[in-house]
């Protein structure tokens, strides 16, 4: 089992940032990936992006690229996630995960399906 908990959400202005962290513990061995979800009120969770093991390969949705930055600390399985130029259609509850294996290929990692563990999760408000 791998656990995971999410830290950092909050209230922002338009404009504004946060820094989600999400640290795993458990059973964390081997070249997993870590990605963040996100879910709007009355819309279905949405991939925001994914990281390789060694850092070296990330997947982004479109609407976050050039805003949001994911990174990890593997001494800490910690997993992050800097959103900067925040808007208010970016208000979710924002959820980390956890895969046993990392892909090139986007149409795989941004499946909800291919991650075994989720956080609860971490609001994010952004207002106008």
């Known amino acids: 089992q791998v656990q995971l908990v999410e830290s950092g959400g909050g209230l922002v202005q338009a404009g504004g940032s946060l820094r989600l962290s999400c640290p795993a513990s458990?059973?964390?061995?081997?070249?997993?990936?870590m990605g963040w979800f996100r879910q709007a009120p009355g819309k279905a969770r949405e991939f925001v992006a994914a990281?390789?093991?060694?850092?070296?390969?990330?997947h982004y949705v479109d609407s976050v690229k050039a805003r949001f930055t994911i990174s990890r600390d593997n001494a800490k399985n910690t997993v992050n996630l800097q959103t900067n130029s925040l808007k208010p259609e970016d208000t979710a509850v924002y959820s980390c995960?956890?895969?046993?294996?990392?892909?090139?290929?986007?149409?795989?990692?941004?499946?909800?399906?291919?991650?075994?563990?989720w956080g609860q999760g971490t609001q994010v408000t952004v207002s106008s």
């Open positions: 458990g059973r964390t061995f081997g070249d997993y990936t």
């Open positions: 990281i390789s093991r060694s850092g070296t390969s990330t």
């Open positions: 995960a956890f895969a046993w294996e990392y892909s090139g290929n986007y149409a795989l990692m941004n499946r909800s399906t291919r991650y075994s563990f």
